[in-house]
């Protein structure tokens, strides 16, 4: 493999902004044909930069969400005995046919299809401890055995994966020794000026500074639970921007705090930190 | 220069397997760094470092091997230049500061830079000679001094300046811990077990069931798998506690969890247990340490979180209890062996650095009880000992 003139660049889209690092992380993992590990605070856009590579490159998106009970077979194939049970009871369809009982995971599906996709691991980290561990084989081989009917599913083209994760620790090192890694930062306020300006490209220059004053100072705060995030920082613009509130507010109390705070605890810091 | 940057990072804890290296070899090959050293660190570092908190060890390692070519570097030079040129920023400096600028001409200044540049070894906080940050020296970052007299770039994201500032330098692992890190922590604290309501489809048995029956369906059900572990959590407050309440609470929060641990109590004290616990941190409502321990199983784990800091007399003499006027005969260490020997597993969780357990009350109960530092590595090192009796 050599430098590839028409290598597929990410640089960010019209709608998602990022930094160098992130961009050059994309672009490493797209060249190497590596899954790509994301940390990063939660609301900082990690789930959306699976979506918006997959939009800027032309290809589909294959989701999954990853829950507490997620079992890494669940992403190949689920055999689904129960149904076949049903069938075997009821004499409801042919019982012998075991590929009418097979069902493709998300995983599954990204590796059967036939064009190129982004596979999107959403948290990761939600799942059992050796989750990642189970998937070691698949996302190296980038194939899978259906054993119950010997069949077997290989990728035409290596899917782009995108792993998320909102604690990389306790993932094993097998597994993060395959990855590239980056941690998205949270933006500095250039960046998100920037960022803001996408979702919200008519608002007034001066609101916005007073806007990011108030945010970064919350943000100051140590001794919150949960910091406010970007997401919810352009939501908190956006209701802001619908109730058109009076400017001169921001510097005294901050309406609609509950777009940024969630926390009870959180609220009374706030205003016992701006009393 | 190359190799040497491995071994580099190595030094500094990075832990770079041979093949995430050669992938990194591969990388570099196919020109992805763009040939420049930005790019170098930022496909350096996706490659070989995997967790946040050694990002500042990589930072440093970094620095280390390509500082060098950073002192050579013109636009440090036109950085300078460009910000000598700002009035704006000349205005923020103090008096002081000024009268030291003015007194060097624009190439004494530079040629010091560059010299300073050269010299200095090591990253560098304060101090009033030496490039670094904090400092009064009149180069450097954020100082405390001229705050002003940045020479970083403004809103650029220059690699070595990334590196420079060692951002990532709270994040490392011995630093503090929010909910969501304790939370990770705790769930290594566990053995799963089936106990409980039976609401999960057991399809081996159903099938064995099945074909048993004649074809007959017959679903057997069982209880899900869940964690079997007992949590007893004593926390100290009060006095020398309060500074670190924050800490404690967060520790109580992610702990308390619903479906974290199939049993988890809290109790609190102040400084030493004596007869009994207050399940509120008023010390309103007590429970006796007798009834604390007749309704605990021995297999239940014990963390105590406290910083183990008092007079020797609250620990080791007979009515050392100073709040409670309680007829506490007996000394303080007596009642924290005798929890001690209830718990098979137990750990003691220290919110003081482990230099400061110098007092002598905290070598003692660091001798009755296994006392790790309230950090990630040491609560990481306490789950351990609490799951297989690792003292």
Same mark, same amino acid.
């Given at each position: 493999m050599s430098a590839l003139p028409d290598f597929d660049r990410f640089r960010g889209t019209a709608t998602y902004i990022v930094d160098d690092g992130l961009a050059q992380a994309v672009n490493v993992a797209l060249a190497l044909a590596r899954p790509l590990l994301i940390r990063g605070e939660p609301g900082t856009g990690k789930t959306v930069l699976a979506q918006e590579v997959a939009g800027a490159l032309g290809l589909e998106l294959v989701r999954w969400h990853v829950k507490s009970t997620t079992r890494a077979q669940d992403g190949l194939y689920v055999h689904d005995t129960v149904a076949r049970l049903h069938d075997s009871r009821f004499g409801a369809g042919d019982v012998r046919d075991i590929a009418r009982y097979i069902r493709l995971g998300p995983m599954g599906r990204a590796l059967a299809s036939s064009t190129r996709v982004v596979l999107l691991i959403d948290e990761v980290d939600k799942a059992d401890l050796e989750f990642p561990n189970d998937l070691l084989h698949e996302l190296d081989a980038m194939r899978f055995q259906i054993t119950e009917t010997g069949e077997e599913v290989v990728a035409c083209e290596r899917p782009f994966v995108v792993i998320t994760s909102n604690n990389e620790k306790e993932l094993p090192d097998a597994f993060l020794r395959r990855c590239v890694f980056h941690y998205i930062e949270f933006p500095t306020p250039e960046l998100m000026r920037k960022i803001v300006r996408v979702h919200h490209a008519d608002l007034e220059e001066r609101l916005l500074d007073q806007c990011l004053e108030a945010f970064y100072a919350l943000r100051g705060l140590?001794?919150?639970r949960k910091r406010p995030s970007t997401s919810e920082l352009i939501d908190w613009i956006a209701a802001l921007k619908h109730a058109g509130v009076d400017l001169a507010r921001i510097g005294g109390g901050l309406p609609f705090l509950g777009a940024l705070i969630k926390n009870e605890t959180d609220l009374d810091t706030v205003r016992r930190a701006r009393a | 220069m190359f190799e040497g940057f491995l071994y580099a990072l190595r030094r500094h804890g =990075? !832990? =770079?397997a041979t093949q995430e290296w050669l992938v990194l070899q591969r990388a570099l090959s196919l020109g992805l760094h763009e040939s420049s050293l930005d790019g170098l660190h930022g496909v350096a570092r996706a490659l070989l470092v995997k967790d946040l908190g050694r990002y500042d060890a990589f930072d440093a390692a970094f620095l280390e091997c390509f500082k060098g070519a950073l002192a050579e570097a013109k636009t440090i030079r036109e950085e300078l230049r460009r910000w000598l040129d700002d009035p704006r920023r000349l205005a923020t400096l103090s008096d002081e500061a000024r009268a030291l600028l003015e007194s060097l001409t624009r190439d004494q200044l530079e040629q010091l830079l560059a010299d300073r540049l050269r010299e200095q070894q090591e990253r560098h906080d304060g101090g009033s000679k030496w490039v670094g940050t904090g400092g009064t020296s009149p180069f450097g970052n954020s100082g405390s001094h001229p705050s002003g007299l940045r020479i970083g770039p403004g809103g650029g994201r220059q690699a070595m300046h990334v590196a420079e500032e060692r951002r990532f330098r709270e994040v490392r692992r011995d630093a503090v811990l929010d909910v969501r890190v304790i939370d990770v922590a705790l769930r290594l604290l566990r053995e799963l077990g089936r106990d409980g309501a039976e609401e999960e489809l057991d399809l081996d048995e159903s099938i064995a069931r099945t074909a048993k029956n004649a074809g007959e369906l017959e679903v057997v059900l069982r209880p899900p798998r869940r964690n079997r572990v007992k949590v007893v959590l004593l926390m100290d407050v009060g006095g020398s506690m309060d500074p670190h309440s924050h800490l404690a609470s967060r520790l109580f929060t992610a702990a308390s969890r619903a479906g974290r641990f199939a049993r988890f109590r809290a109790y609190y004290f102040h400084n030493c247990v004596y007869e009994a616990v207050y399940a509120d941190a008023h010390f309103h409502e007590p429970l006796s340490v007798a009834d604390l321990l007749a309704g605990t199983d021995r297999d239940e784990k014990l963390v105590i979180v406290g910083d183990a800091a008092m007079h020797p007399s609250e620990l080791l003499? !007979? &009515?050392?209890?100073?709040?409670?006027?309680?007829?506490?005969?007996? !000394? &303080?260490l007596a009642w924290m062996r005798l929890i001690r020997a209830h718990f098979r597993r137990a750990a003691w969780l220290n919110p003081e650095p482990e230099r400061l357990w110098t007092g002598q009350t905290a070598r003692v109960l660091s001798t009755l009880f296994p006392m790790h530092p309230l950090t990630l590595a040491g609560l990481e090192g306490a789950v351990r000992g609490l799951v297989r009796g690792v003292r």
């Open positions: 140590t001794r919150l | =990075v !832990p =770079v003499e !007979p &009515g050392g209890s100073l709040y409670f006027h309680t007829r506490n005969r007996t !000394p &303080g």
